[in-house]
């Protein structure tokens, strides 16, 4: 039976402000639908001009740069002041020196490691074999192209979550063929994980886990007898949701379908994987399909982590 939680709202033993957790839950998913819901017509306009090369490295570059900058922010502004004492000590101290340097390191390794992997399958990929395997090939702007985007998100990355989750990111914990030293740097934030600890993260590691999306799908395109190419709409919402289960704020949306980000808690699931360093090797909580299983990750967090949160 799932242990009985004994705290009611912040850090165990914290004191009680009334609604707390609600207004923090609803606050953060209109905050993130809200700001998703202002840059997709951005990248439609992006993607679609005539007068520039979108898919073009220097492009891409300065694009996910902000993306990047904008989600450590977010995560920085939640740790530092916005939640207060509802987020762990090792969560507001997490032995981490913010500089400029560290910074920029870390905003722009991960900005580099997506970017070359999105120019390689754009249209303007320097092998000719791979050019438009990404593409903004048709309007998210209307609810059909929208669902439309994100069904196929969802196939793909439940193929990714199978292949390169379960299995090779399995492989890599068990250092089978040496693998994980891949992955060695990614796991140096534990329970005191954050965004920071995204932006930390081997080349290769970064391909199999997210960026490499595109290639990765391929055999499943060609088995359902879909166009080889990928939307880029679908890859944003796989490096939104690759890092936002980094995130300090648990209530932060991942998935962005409001069935699947209450039943599925994403970034409950990659905390634990990361402080227990083994299991909860998906991304995504399939588990959490059982309420049981479900509470039982919602109780370990709190155990773990020395909070309260409510879902």
Same mark, same amino acid.
């Given at each position: 039976?799932?242990?009985?939680?004994?705290?009611?709202?912040?850090?165990?033993?914290?004191?009680?402000?009334?609604?707390?957790? !609600? &207004?923090?839950?609803?606050?953060?998913?209109?905050? +993130?639908? =809200?700001?998703?819901?202002?840059?997709?017509?951005? @990248?439609? /306009?992006?993607?679609?001009?005539?007068?520039?090369?979108?898919?073009?490295?220097?492009?891409?570059?300065?694009?996910?740069?902000?993306?990047?900058?904008?989600?450590?922010?977010?995560?920085?502004?939640?740790?530092?002041?916005?939640?207060?004492?509802?987020?762990?000590?090792?969560?507001?101290?997490?032995?981490?020196?913010?500089?400029?340097?560290?910074?920029?390191?870390?905003?722009?390794?991960?900005?580099? !490691? &997506?970017?070359?992997?999105?120019?390689?399958?754009? +249209?303007? =990929?320097?092998?000719?074999?791979?050019?438009?395997? @990404?593409? /903004?090939?048709?309007?998210?702007?209307?609810?059909?192209?929208?669902?439309?985007?994100?069904?196929?998100?969802?196939?793909?990355?439940?193929?990714?979550?199978?292949?390169?989750?379960?299995?090779?990111?399995?492989?890599?914990?068990?250092?089978?063929?040496?693998?994980?030293?891949?992955?060695?740097?990614?796991?140096?934030?534990?329970?005191?994980?954050?965004?920071?600890?995204?932006?930390?993260?081997?080349?290769?590691?970064?391909?199999?886990?997210?960026?490499?999306?595109?290639?990765?799908?391929?055999?499943?395109?060609?088995?359902?007898?879909?166009?080889?190419?990928?939307?880029?709409?679908?890859?944003?919402?796989?490096?939104?949701?690759?890092?936002?289960?980094?995130?300090?704020?648990?209530?932060?949306?991942?998935?962005?379908?409001?069935?699947?980000?209450?039943?599925?808690?994403?970034?409950?699931?990659?905390?634990?994987?990361?402080?227990?360093?083994?299991?909860?090797?998906?991304?995504?909580?399939?588990?959490?399909?059982?309420?049981?299983?479900?509470?039982?990750?919602?109780?370990?967090?709190?155990?773990?982590?020395?909070?309260?949160?409510?879902?």
């Amino acid at each position: 039976m799932p242990r009985e939680s004994r705290f009611k709202c912040g850090r165990r033993g914290a004191g009680c402000t009334p609604n707390k957790f !609600f &207004f923090v839950r609803w606050g953060t998913w209109l905050f +993130d639908w =809200s700001v998703v819901l202002s840059v997709y017509p951005v @990248l439609e /306009w992006f993607f679609t001009s005539d007068w520039l090369n979108p898919f073009g490295l220097a492009q891409l570059f300065v694009l996910v740069w902000i993306l990047s900058c904008y989600l450590l922010a977010r995560d920085e502004a939640m740790r530092t002041w916005i939640l207060g004492d509802m987020v762990s000590e090792l969560k507001t101290d997490d032995g981490v020196e913010r500089n400029f340097s560290t910074y920029a390191d870390g905003t722009l390794k991960l900005t580099a !490691f &997506f970017a070359f992997t999105l120019w390689f399958a754009g +249209d303007a =990929s320097p092998i000719p074999a791979l050019r438009g395997l @990404l593409d /903004w090939h048709y309007s998210v702007l209307t609810f059909r192209g929208a669902a439309r985007m994100w069904g196929e998100w969802f196939v793909f990355y439940a193929w990714k979550d199978f292949l390169c989750m379960t299995i090779i990111h399995r492989a890599m914990h068990n250092n089978v063929f040496g693998s994980y030293r891949f992955h060695k740097v990614h796991h140096q934030g534990k329970d005191n994980l954050n965004i920071w600890d995204a932006t930390t993260i081997d080349f290769v590691d970064n391909f199999i886990e997210s960026a490499g999306i595109s290639f990765i799908n391929i055999p499943i395109m060609w088995l359902l007898g879909w166009p080889i190419k990928m939307h880029m709409g679908s890859m944003v919402l796989t490096a939104l949701a690759d890092i936002q289960v980094h995130s300090v704020n648990p209530y932060t949306v991942v998935w962005f379908n409001p069935i699947m980000d209450y039943i599925f808690l994403g970034n409950v699931q990659h905390h634990l994987h990361h402080a227990k360093g083994r299991d909860h090797y998906t991304v995504v909580p399939w588990h959490h399909i059982f309420p049981e299983a479900r509470q039982n990750d919602i109780e370990d967090y709190n155990e773990i982590m020395n909070t309260a949160w409510e879902f």
